[in-house]
T-cell receptor, first 114, second 115 residues
Framework: NAGVTQTPKFQVLKTGQSMTLQCAQD?????MSWYRQDPGMGLRLIHY???????DQGEVPNGYNVSRSTTEDFPLRLLSAAPSQTSVYFC?????????????FGSGTRLTVV | AQKITQTQPGMFVQEKEAVTLDCTYD???????LFWYKQPSSGEMIFLIY??????QNATEGRYSLNFQKARKSANLVISASQLGDSAMYFC????????????FGTGTSLTVIP
């Protein structure tokens, strides 16, 4: 059971480049989300999805797009990378129903924009 | 609005001593869950413990216990008999039944265990 798989683990981009961070889970979880982690700011929600075909914005969505064509996959797209998007990105998933389910996290992607 | 507050940016504890990491929360939900996660220097997020808002007893998982005081809206993590491997960032989080089941995280507490 792989859990939540994120790729790549590390990435360096030039300002203005675009890229997609991949996230896949094999637990049939309805709820998936993307967070960014910056020092002193905890985890901030970028986008989330409650099921295939349904996505919504979180706290810091600007500069990012998502789609959810299948239950398993939830890619995060950076449209035009900026140095302010240098961060560690986490994908997480959870069963949708019930507030007693915690997140399963991916291992994170460390992104540097130069 | 949902909010999680962790007021201790950094904490130090002597090896084998107990330590309490503070967490307070604000929610209008009657049904919610509280979670603690550990993030070691390697970066992964590790689930530690869960407490439901209707649970009457404090949750325990090995050396971890959650001191849940509902009226005060606090959910402090207690680590007993600290070990060097406990040095990490610790995040408190909440998930509410009536807020789209979104998770809200605190800003974290960095714990250092001193030999």
């Amino acid at each position: 059971n792989a859990g939540v798989t994120q790729t790549p683990k590390f990435q360096v981009l030039k300002t203005g480049q675009s890229m997609t961070l991949q996230c896949a889970q094999d637990m049939n979880h309805e709820y998936m989300s993307w967070y960014r982690q910056d020092p002193g700011m905890g985890l901030r929600l970028i986008h989330y999805s409650v099921g295939a075909g349904i996505t919504d914005q979180g706290e810091v969505p600007n500069g990012y797009n998502v789609s959810r064509s299948t239950t398993e996959d939830f890619p995060l797209r950076l449209l035009s990378a900026a140095p302010s998007q240098t961060s560690v990105y986490f994908c997480a998933s959870s069963p949708q129903r019930g507030n007693y389910y915690g997140y399963t996290f991916g291992s994170g992607t460390r992104l540097t924009v130069v | 609005a949902q909010k999680i507050t962790q007021t201790q940016p950094g904490m130090f504890v002597q090896e084998k001593e107990a330590v309490t990491l503070d967490c307070t929360y604000d929610t209008s939900d009657q049904s919610y869950g509280l979670f603690w996660y550990k993030q070691p220097s390697s970066g992964e997020m590790i689930f530690l413990i869960y407490q439901g808002s209707y649970d009457e007893q404090n949750a325990t998982e090995g050396r971890y216990s959650l001191n849940f005081q509902k009226a005060r809206k606090s959910a402090n993590l207690v680590i007993s008999a600290s070990q060097l491997g406990d040095s990490a960032m610790y995040f408190c989080a909440m998930r509410g039944a009536n807020t789209g089941n979104q998770f809200y995280f605190g800003t974290g507490t960095s714990l250092t265990v001193i030999p």
